[in-house]
């Protein structure tokens, strides 16, 4: 099975966006669907909390919630390895170092942001994941 790192700006896009049938809003769907197996660690988890219970984006808590404890209760918990390199935002680190801890299952690194990252062939925007996933 696949296993994917899913960004936080990858959820906040699903959930803002009215086109049901953008990639965001799939990779969601593929997340609740079982499709792949996402990737996280606990700082990860700790982010998408924060980042979607702000208020300014108004999400329902429920929804919020339900997609946050699928990915616990389904995915597959990775400690964050090190890396050096550089992240123009350092939040962006944990997704990045949690995928080289599952280096050895090559995972994805699902991200809209891909300049916010070292170049890595495994870093890919939501619409290639859609076309991995063939959804």
């Not at 936080?8 to 965001?24: D, K, M």
Request: net charge negative; aromatic share 12%.
């Amino acid at each position: 099975m696949i296993k994917a790192v899913i960004d936080t700006n990858v959820l906040v896009s699903a959930f803002w966006t009215p086109n049901r049938l953008s990639p965001t809003v799939r990779i969601a769907d593929a997340i609740i669907k079982d499709m792949f197996t996402p990737l996280y660690s606990l700082q990860m988890i700790e982010e998408y909390r924060e980042v979607l219970f702000r208020s300014k984006f108004g999400f329902s808590k429920d929804e919020v919630n339900n997609l946050v404890e699928h990915i616990v209760k389904y995915g597959e918990h990775k400690e964050p390895t090190e890396s050096a390199a550089n992240f123009p935002d350092p939040d962006d680190k944990v997704f990045f170092c949690t995928a080289l801890a599952a280096s050895s299952d090559n995972p994805l690194l699902v991200t809209g942001n891909a300049k916010h990252y070292p170049p890595a062939d495994f870093v890919v925007s939501p619409a290639e994941f859609c076309n991995i996933l063939g959804i």
